[in-house]
């Protein structure tokens, strides 16, 4: 009598494995793919706050500094007006005791404690209705802005200022300190503030020595003296 084995695919005979087992086997297969998702999202999450922690690093690395306040034009000041419309408006003036100057078609317009781009905005704005090309430019050629620097220098007398300068550049501007007559440790700025005159006294020797972390800006028209020494005999 020949044995009749069961062929029929569809139900296959156990292969020994309870359900328990079975369900088990599909909790820890579970926990796995729940573990990787976890760490995959922590992980792209890191990225992103790592991208913006990263742009933002590239971005204050890299915007400009901002550029410092531009200095006011006062009386004796020089400026170049050009207009790219029409350059027979084109003008070199001086600005006036009376804190003007004057232009073709605009006449009489105040200066003096406007900025260049200040003036240059307003020029703008009063050639507007006479322009077809409302583009104008101004430039400072020269200043009448200067310090004065007496005492125990080599070179005493009026320094120019057409650029920001501390007290102990315009010292060398004026030939530097006398080293057989000056007290550098006594130096004194003279400034006229609110129509009332202030005295400063500073210790240059830090300066001279590069340990000055905040050296004296100087205003236009300051007076720096450098004292001379006293000799006790």
Sequence with gaps: MKTKLNA??????AVGVSRSSRLLLVGVVALLLGGLFILSGCEHTGG???KLDSGQAEGTNSA???AAASSRLQEGDVVKVVFEGDTNLNAV??????????????GELKAAGKTQQELQAD????????LQVNEINVSIISTAAAVYV???VLRPGRVSMDRPLTALEAIMEAGGFDLNRSKPSAVVILRIENGNQ???TVDMRKALRGEDPTPFQLRA?????????TFNF
């Design 221 to 229: 028209f300051d007076i720096v003296h450098v004292p001379e020494k």
């Design 48 to 50: 992103e706050f790592s």
């Design 123 to 130: 020029l703008r704005q009063v050639y507007k209705p006479l």
């Design 93 to 106: 003036v001086k600005v006036q005791l009376n804190g003007s100057i004057t232009l073709p078609l605009a």
């Design 198 to 200: 202030k005295r400063y």
């Design 64 to 66: 400009a500094v901002p």
């Design 150 to 152: 007496s005492g125990a």
């Design 8 to 13: 029929n695919p569809v139900n296959p005979p």
